[in-house]
């Protein structure tokens, strides 16, 4: 399955055309190297994807054609969830 419609089915991005654009701009890397939008995603994969300060790493656990949204979840699972922004934005809660 591509890369830009494995986000959009698995909801990790809303829109495909959005996951493209992430992809061109090469914030997405399968298994350790930067990703095109039509790069082939098989189970098993490692995807790492930066939102900003957000970065988050995912394991693909299957690539259906089409998921419902209430079962997006189950064909990935997170490896690691971080976020990198100014400790001063976090003393303050």
């Known amino acids: 399955m591509r890369l830009d419609?494995?986000?959009k089915v698995s909801r990790i991005i809303k829109r495909r055309t959005v996951a493209k654009e992430v992809c061109d701009k090469g914030k997405i890397e399968i298994n350790g190297r930067p990703a095109k939008p039509a790069?082939?995603?098989k189970a098993g994969d490692?995807?790492?994807i930066r939102?900003?300060?957000k970065t988050l790493a995912v394991?693909?656990?299957a690539t259906p054609?089409?998921?419902?949204?209430?079962?997006?979840a189950d064909v990935y699972r997170v490896i690691a969830?971080?976020?990198t922004g100014p400790v001063d934005e976090l003393e303050d809660w």
Do not use: H, I, Q
């Not at 054609?65 to 997006?72: K, M």
């Open 5 to 7: 419609k494995f986000l």
């Open 39 to 41: 790069a082939e995603v």
């Open 46 to 48: 490692n995807l790492v």
């Open 51 to 53: 939102f900003g300060r």
């Open 59 to 61: 394991e693909v656990l």
């Open 65 to 72: 054609a089409a998921v419902r949204a209430n079962e997006a």
């Open 81 to 83: 969830e971080t976020y």
